[in-house]
């Protein structure tokens, strides 16, 4: 991150959020792959070892996306960052259910993880408006 962000998106409920989101996904996704990192019986690899990494790597651009769009000053660019926010919100929301289908003992949390997007959701939407 830049260090010319103002001091008042630290305090933002929608950043915080967001900062909870990653801590949330970054610890799921280091839970799966203790379960999800070993070979088949044919040597191939559980496929479900990429959406665990992309969960962390889509939780991780929320920030940027978020700081992007406060700091824009056209509002086609940030229509352009609130897009971007939807997509990663989305594709988090989509890949934790093709998580949910591992197996693995870590599916469990993901429940959690869905719960704290829905509230990042309605952040968004209240946050979308003040833009």
């Known amino acids: 991150m830049s260090a010319n962000i103002p001091s ?30 070993h070979l088949n019986s044919d040597g191939s690899e559980d496929v479900d070892i990429y959406f665990s990494g992309d969960i962390v790597q889509q939780s991780v651009s929320l920030l940027p996306e978020i700081v992007s ?9 940030k229509h352009y960052h609130i897009a971007s926010l939807k997509r990663l919100t989305n594709k988090l929301y989509s890949n934790s259910y093709r998580l949910e289908k591992s197996n693995s003992n870590g599916k469990d949390f993901l429940p959690i ?19």
Not at 69 to 77: D, G, M, N, P, Q
Not at 118 to 123: E, G, I, N, W, Y
């Open 113 to 131: 993880l869905r719960s704290e997007l829905k509230k990042f959701r309605k952040l968004q939407r209240s946050w979308m408006l003040t833009l």
């Open 69 to 77: 769009a406060e700091l824009e000053r056209y509002s086609e660019r």
């Open 8 to 37: 008042h998106l630290f305090e933002m409920p929608i950043y915080k959020k967001a900062i909870e989101i990653f801590a949330l996904s970054q610890n799921i996704s280091r839970y799966l792959n203790h379960d999800l990192s």
